[in-house]
């Protein structure tokens, strides 16, 4: 046995040899190694599905306000459009007032939660129109009472959907103002919850912040410490770096340590943090098999031993050397395993892309992690190939001969 080459083949002959044993010998690596990988792929799947649905809700937005311990300012309008213009990469930045009170449209009268902010914060929550248009900057800058519905505050008050034009009356803060009705949008999980909440439903509606501030005599430069500045994900950190000595600037806030920001990016590492540990323990449980696999092989590479013990001593005394009798045994191990890790990723990749297509999440598959499955698999068999390999080089060939 002088050259690795014939050491593959000698191992290849004895695998083929015993095919059935040797197909159970993989099994257990077979069934590890597909358990891991799917495991590991779902896993990643759900993250990225669950990062996805974090920025469709509105995760995409940075909260700015004010330590009313450490200042007595407020956000102006001029400082809020100030501050717009000074940053970069964002759809726009919105405060949120809101006033709550008793909507009324001809017969029929709901409570109402009238949330007031500017044209960005149609970003929020992914809002989509349905009919009309969302209220714009003029709006804004006009303090015009125009107000969007959702589909049910439009549906309870009117009685059907498309009711661009009619007029709203509000009363909040026993005040009463007229809103005409410029755009109706989908309702989000937060309308329908709103309305189902029996005699304390409420109707959702927006409207821009000055003519709710306006209507209800708010003092809008007094009345504003937080506000939230809308993005595109991909820019998020990006913003973060630059919204803090923005606000400071316009605020002339430098050094007081008074402008606080939080973002979605908190929850969204808090999220991931927890699925890793979630995904770390249930895989390092799909692994105990992977252990039970290389103790299958070290137990069927101790009974080849034990039934071939006459070929060894045949060959050592032939002139095979221990190291080439050790050689043989562990390429065989190697084989059986990385076979088996191999036809364990083919299975693996199969079953989480049949799971994620069922449940819903994305596919995802890290070449580094599969190059790192087939190494994991043949340690195994090298590992748990050493015992049984020792042991045929130790024989003694005399001894060896004498075996029936």
């Known amino acids: 046995m002088g050259t690795f080459g014939e050491y593959i083949k000698s191992a290849l002959a004895s695998i083929g040899s015993n095919k059935g044993r040797s197909f159970l010998t993989m099994l257990g690596i077979i069934i590890g190694i597909s358990s891991v990988l799917t495991v590991l792929i779902i896993g990643d799947g759900m993250k990225a599905t669950i ?43 919105s405060p949120d007032l809101s006033a709550f009170g008793t909507a009324v449209a001809g017969r029929n009268s709901f409570s109402v939660m009238l949330s007031g902010g500017m044209e960005a914060s149609k970003e929020s929550s992914g809002i989509k129109m349905l009919h009309g248009r969302y209220y714009n900057q003029g709006d804004v800058d006009d303090s015009k009472n125009v107000v969007v519905l959702s589909q049910t505050a439009a549906n309870n008050l009117f009685g059907y959907e498309d009711v ?29 919850a709103y309305s189902s909440w029996g005699e304390d439903a409420l109707v959702a509606m927006n409207a821009p912040y000055t003519a709710v501030a306006n209507s209800f005599d708010m003092n809008i430069d007094n009345s504003v410490t937080t506000f939230s500045i809308y993005l595109d994900s991909d820019f998020k950190n990006q913003v973060l770096s630059q919204a803090r000595p923005v606000v400071e600037n316009v605020m002339e806030l430098r050094g007081e340590n008074a402008v606080k920001l939080s973002s979605g990016s908190g929850f969204d590492q808090t999220t991931n943090s927890i699925l890793d540990i979630v995904t770390s323990v249930v895989a390092i449980i799909a692994a105990i098999s992977l252990l039970v696999g290389g103790i299958g092989v070290m137990n069927i590479m101790t009974v080849s031993v034990t039934e071939r013990t006459r070929e060894i001593g045949i060959r050592k005394s032939l002139g095979a050397t221990t ?5 043989q045994f562990l390429a065989e191990a190697a084989i059986l395993t990385f076979t088996g890790g191999i036809i364990g990723i083919a299975f693996g990749l199969s079953i989480a892309a049949l799971i994620c297509k069922i449940v819903g999440f994305s596919f995802m598959v890290n070449p580094l992690l599969v190059a790192i499955v087939v190494m994991i698999s043949t340690a195994i068999g090298l590992f748990f190939g050493i015992y049984p390999a020792k042991r045929a080089a130790d024989l003694d060939p005399i001894e060896a001969l004498r075996t029936e």
């Open 323 to 327: 190291s080439s009798i050790l050689v």
């Open 164 to 192: 661009i034009g009619n007029t709203v009356s509000i009363t909040a803060f026993d005040l009463t103002a007229d809103f005409t009705v410029i755009g109706i949008r989908e309702d989000t999980s937060m309308d329908i």
């Open 51 to 93: 990062n996805s649905e974090i920025d469709s809700i509105g995760a995409t937005s940075v909260s700015v306000s004010l330590d009313v311990t450490k200042t007595d300012k407020t956000f102006t309008y001029e400082n809020l459009l100030a501050i717009q213009g000074a940053l970069s990469d964002i759809y726009g930045v």
